[in-house]
């Protein structure tokens, strides 16, 4: 299914970098750690990073209820982002200077989660996006950790899709003139060694859930 042609998620310029696939879209998702969640506060815009986790054509972020943004989320729109930066595009003009990415943008509204199997859905997904494995390894939230916490779904209906690969597009002029190096810096994210905590006994390993992240490298 492809994504929404809405206006607002219509990507306009240089729309040879949109993609359409909703399989783009979810790929940008699942392979993120951090989101971008906007909203209007008290008439002013609020971006806030958060973690997330992604269940069918739902993504999903959390808090604590006591936080002020999350009182006034439920029914509010909101535009949630994630963006992988791949590389740094080196140009022989400053003008052409650019990033190898990949980005997505959701438009929707904020929906609270209620439903007691929805929440603990919701609550795994977000804590296996962020760390695999965790959500069997660790002890489940009790029922006062669950009521501390606020839950929100955002639908995947309207969304956006852009990525860029690839050299610089320098121009024809600059590339004939010479003189100038050109090119692409990849970025990687990687995981380094874990840090164990100092309460751990000295002798415990850490489980092949955390160890194994080592030696994953974000493409």
Not at 19 to 36: E, I, K, M, P
Request: some cysteine; glycine content about 10%.
């Amino acid at each position: 299914m492809s994504l929404s042609p809405t206006l607002r998620s219509t990507v306009t310029r240089l729309r040879e970098r949109a993609r359409t696939s909703r399989d783009d879209l979810y790929a940008v998702l699942d392979a993120g750690l951090v989101c971008h969640l906007g909203l209007v506060r008290d008439g002013a815009p609020v971006v806030l990073p958060t973690g997330y986790g992604r269940i069918g054509d739902t993504v999903y972020v959390h808090g604590s209820t006591g936080a002020g943004y999350l009182r006034m989320a439920d029914g509010a729109p909101v535009c949630l982002t994630v963006t992988h930066l791949d590389g740094i595009v080196y140009a022989r003009s400053v003008f052409h200077h650019s990033m190898n990415y990949r980005s997505a943008v959701v438009h929707g509204t904020a929906r609270a989660v209620t439903d007691p199997a929805e929440r603990l859905d919701a609550l795994r997904a977000i804590v296996e996006q962020l760390s695999p494995g965790s959500w069997e390894h660790a002890r489940q939230p009790t029922t006062r950790e669950l009521a501390a916490t606020a839950v929100f779904g955002i639908d995947l209906t309207e969304a956006s899709v852009k990525v860029r690969t690839g050299p610089p597009g320098d121009d024809d002029g600059d590339i004939e003139e010479g003189g100038r190096w050109a090119g692409v810096l990849p970025v990687r994210t990687v995981f380094g060694p874990p840090t164990p905590c100092p309460t751990l006994p000295p002798t415990a390993a850490a489980p092949a859930h955390v160890g194994e992240r080592t030696l994953v490298v974000d493409p």
